[in-house]
C-alpha cells in the first residue's frame, strides 16, 4: 500500500495570517485572568494561612472549590449558567478572562500560602526580635523571600492557564484554536493547521520561560 | 525606661510554661540586674531556649509573672504595647544566625533602626559601619549573607541585634552552629561587649567562656533551675548531684 499522505508546508504558512488574529485574544484573555488571579491568589492564600479560623475557611472553600472542578465547566457556567442567573449576558471575553481568574487564582492561592509558609520560623522571630511589628516582618523581611520562591511555580501556572484558552473556543471567543476550526471549517486543513496553532502556543510559552528565567535569575543575583 | 541601675531589668515570678501537656519551666523564678552576664546551661531539652525566649516574648507562658526593663509581659501572649516596646530594647542572637538572606549586610543592620526607631538611613548607616568594625567585619557591608563564613554571619547578626542599642541581650547557643575554627571570634566579640557593661544572657555549651565572663551560672534540669551560682563555685563545687553528673559529662568531652 502505498502512503499517500502528506504534509502539505505551503498550506500550513499559508494558515499564519488567518491563526494570527486569534493571538491577540490568547494572549488577552490569559494575561488579563492571570493578573486578576495573581489578586485573587494573594489575598485567599494570605487568608488562608491567616491565624483567625474564620478568614482561613472561606480560602480553603474558594481553594477546593475551583481546583476540584473542571476549567471547562467554570467557563460553561459563567458563560451559559450565570447570565441566567443575573438576567443578562455575558460577552464571551469577559467569561474567559473571569474562568483563567477564578481558576488560576485558586492554584495561585495555594502558591503563595506554600511561599510563605516556606520562609524559615527564624526570619520572623529574628525580625519580632528586633522589634519590626508583625506586619513589618512580613512586608520586609517575610514577603520578598516568599516571592523569590515563588516565581517558578507562577511561571509554571501562567503556561497552563495560556493553554487553559484554548478550551474557550467552545464558548466562541476567537482565541487561536477557534482561528484554527474557523479556517479548516473551509480548506480542510486540518493536519497543517493545527501543527501551526501548536507552535504558535509554543512560542508563547516559550516566550514566558525565558522572560521567567531571566526574572529568576535577576532575583537571585542578590543572594 | 528604667536607668535605676539597682532594679532588675529581669523580674521572673513563679513563670510555668507548657507545651500542651509538656511542662517545659516550673515555677522559675529569676532577677538579672543592669551589666550581668547571666550564662544559662543545662542539658538538652531542659527548657534553657524556652527560658530566654520568653525573656522576648518569642514564646509565651501561662502562669506567673514576668517584668522586663519596666514592662509586664503578659501571660498567654496577650500582645500589649509592652511587647513591642520590650523587643526594641532586647536583642537576639539565634544558633542559626538568621540573617535576612535577601537583604546585604549593611541592610540587615540598618533595617530595624529605621524601621522601627525611624533613623534616618545616614543615621542607621553610620551605626552600622561603627558596629561592622566592632565586631570586625570590614569591607564586606555589601555583600549578602550567603557570602560570609559563619563565624562572619554570626558576628553580623550581633551587630544587627546592637544596632537597636539594646538594654538586654540574648544568646542562644550563638557558637553550635559554627566550625570549630570559628567559634573563638563570636566569643571574642561577645566577651568585648560584656566588658563594655551589656546585661546578658547567654545559653551555651562553651564552658571555658561561661567560666571566665559569667557573673552567674544557672544550671537548669527539666524546667527547673536546680542550682546557680558564681561560675567558680558552680563549677568547682556543684552543691547538687544533677549539676555534679551534668558537669561530669560536659567538661570531660
Ligand atoms: N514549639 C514547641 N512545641 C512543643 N514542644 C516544644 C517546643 N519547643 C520546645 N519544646 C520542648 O520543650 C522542651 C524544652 O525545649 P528547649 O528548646 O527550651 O530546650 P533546650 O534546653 O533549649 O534544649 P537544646 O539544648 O536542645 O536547645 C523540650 O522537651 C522540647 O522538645
Ligand atoms: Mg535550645
Known amino acids: 500500500m502505498e502512503i499517500t499522505f502528506q504534509f502539505d508546508w505551503a498550506a500550513a504558512f ?20 492571570l493578573a486578576i488571579g495573581f489578586f485573587i491568589g494573594i489575598l485567599f492564600g494570605l487568608l488562608r494561612i491567616s491565624p483567625l479560623r474564620w478568614l482561613r475557611w472561606p480560602a480553603i472553600v474558594y481553594v477546593e472549590v475551583f481546583r476540584g472542578t473542571p476549567i471547562l465547566v467554570q467557563v460553561l457556567f459563567i458563560f451559559y449558567g450565570l447570565p441566567q442567573l443575573l438576567g443578562s449576558p455575558i460577552n464571551a471575553l469577559t ?13 495561585i492561592s495555594e502558591i503563595v500560602r506554600g511561599g510563605v509558609q516556606s520562609i524559615e520560623r527564624g526570619q520572623r522571630e529574628a525580625s519580632l526580635s528586633l522589634g519590626l511589628s508583625r506586619s513589618q516582618a512580613f512586608r520586609y523581611v517575610i514577603w520578598p523571600q516568599a516571592f523569590r520562591r515563588m516565581i517558578p511555580p507562577l511561571g509554571n501556572q501562567g503556561i497552563i492557564s495560556i493553554k487553559d484558552t484554548s478550551l474557550f473556543s467552545v464558548i466562541g471567543v476567537g482565541e487561536l484554536v477557534r482561528q484554527g476550526q474557523i479556517y479548516i471549517a473551509t480548506t480542510f486543513t486540518a493536519l497543517e493547521v493545527y501543527f501551526m496553532v501548536a507552535l504558535m502556543y509554543l512560542v508563547i510559552t516559550w516566550t514566558l520561560s525565558i522572560l521567567l528565567r531571566q526574572l529568576e535569575r535577576r532575583g537571585l543575583a542578590g543572594q | 525606661m528604667n536607668d535605676d541601675a539597682t532594679q532588675p531589668i529581669v523580674r521572673m515570678q513563679a513563670l510555668n510554661k507548657h507545651f500542651g501537656d509538656l511542662h517545659v519551666l516550673k ?4 532577677e538579672i540586674v543592669p551589666g550581668e552576664v547571666v550564662v544559662v546551661i543545662g542539658a538538652s531539652g531542659s527548657g534553657k531556649s524556652t527560658l530566654i525566649r520568653c525573656i522576648n516574648g518569642l514564646e509565651e507562658y501561662q502562669l506567673g509573672k514576668l517584668e522586663v526593663d519596666g514592662s509586664q509581659l503578659l501571660p498567654f501572649g496577650k500582645s500589649n504595647r509592652a511587647l513591642q516596646r520590650i523587643r526594641t530594647e532586647v536583642g537576639m542572637v539565634f544558633q542559626q544566625f538568621n540573617l535576612f538572606p535577601h537583604l546585604s549586610v549593611v541592610e540587615n543592620i540598618t533595617l530595624a533602626p529605621m524601621k522601627v526607631r525611624g533613623w534616618s538611613r545616614a543615621d542607621a548607616l553610620e551605626t552600622a559601619n561603627r558596629l561592622l568594625e566592632r565586631v570586625g567585619i570590614t569591607d564586606q557591608a555589601h555583600k549578602y549573607p550567603a557570602q560570609l563564613s559563619g563565624g562572619q554571619q554570626q558576628r553580623v547578626a550581633l551587630a544587627r541585634a546592637l544596632a537597636m542599642e539594646p538594654r538586654l541581650m540574648l544568646f542562644d547557643e550563638p557558637t553550635s552552629a559554627l566550625d570549630p575554627e570559628m ?20 545559653v551555651t555549651h562553651e564552658m ?18 536546680t542550682e546557680q551560682g558564681e ?23
Do not use: C
Not at chain 1, 499559508?14 to 485572568?33: D, Q, R
Not at chain 2, 515555677?27 to 529569676?30: A, H, M, R, V
Not at chain 2, 561560675?231 to 567538661?251: A, I, K
Open chain 2, 231 to 253: 561560675p567558680e563555685s558552680l563549677f568547682d563545687n556543684p552543691q547538687h548531684e544533677r549539676t555534679q553528673s551534668f558537669l561530669s559529662r560536659v567538661l570531660t568531652h
Open chain 1, 14 to 33: 499559508g494558515s499564519i495570517p488567518h491563526l494570527l488574529p486569534g493571538v491577540p485574544w490568547t494572549l488577552l484573555i490569559s494575561f488579563g485572568g
Open chain 2, 183 to 202: 567559634i573563638g571570634e563570636v566569643l571574642d566579640a561577645m566577651r568585648e561587649l560584656a566588658k563594655e557593661g551589656m546585661t546578658m544572657v547567654i
Open chain 2, 208 to 225: 571555658g567562656f561561661a567560666r571566665e565572663v559569667a557573673d552567674r551560672v544557672i544550671f537548669i534540669h527539666q524546667g527547673e533551675i
Open chain 1, 95 to 107: 467569561a474567559g478572562i473571569a474562568a483563567i481568574a477564578v481558576n488560576s487564582g485558586a492554584y
Open chain 2, 27 to 30: 515555677d522559675i523564678d529569676l
